[in-house]
């Protein structure tokens, strides 16, 4: 079994930084990427950011320039620094790992329990 615990989400004013961090384990062979979608109320869940094993980064155009992906390949951890945050990005965000959990399995899609962001004042 594979398990992504998300933390550090809260309450933050407009203009304000948080940093979200995820802990991938359990059955973990190879990590293909992690990433972290959001969803807010009456909306779909969206990709935010992704970061893969070579280590190349992905983000969302909203996100661009304020949020930052970053991974700890040997901790199988990864963080999402979010900057100059807006009542906008007030979601659930969720960790997501694309994960070999054996060598003789495929890969799945694993998901974190999902930590509140509140941007407001």
């Known amino acids: 079994q594979v398990q992504l615990v998300e933390s550090g989400g809260g309450l933050v004013q407009p203009g304000g930084s948080l940093r979200l961090s995820c802990a991938a384990s359990?059955?973990?062979?190879?990590?293909?990427?992690m990433s972290w979608y959001r969803q807010a109320p009456g909306k779909e869940r969206e990709l935010v950011a992704t970061s893969n094993a070579g280590g190349a980064t992905n983000y969302a155009d909203s996100v661009k320039g304020r949020f930052t992906i970053s991974r700890d390949n040997a901790k199988n951890t990864v963080s999402l620094q979010m900057n100059s945050l807006t009542p906008e990005d007030t979601a659930v965000y969720y960790c997501?790992?694309?994960?070999?959990?054996?060598?003789?399995?495929?890969?799945?899609?694993?998901w974190g329990q999902g930590t509140q962001v509140n941007v407001s004042s």
């Open positions: 359990g059955s973990i062979f190879r990590i293909v990427a």
């Open positions: 997501n790992g694309r994960i070999y959990p054996r060598m003789d399995q495929t890969f799945g899609d694993y």
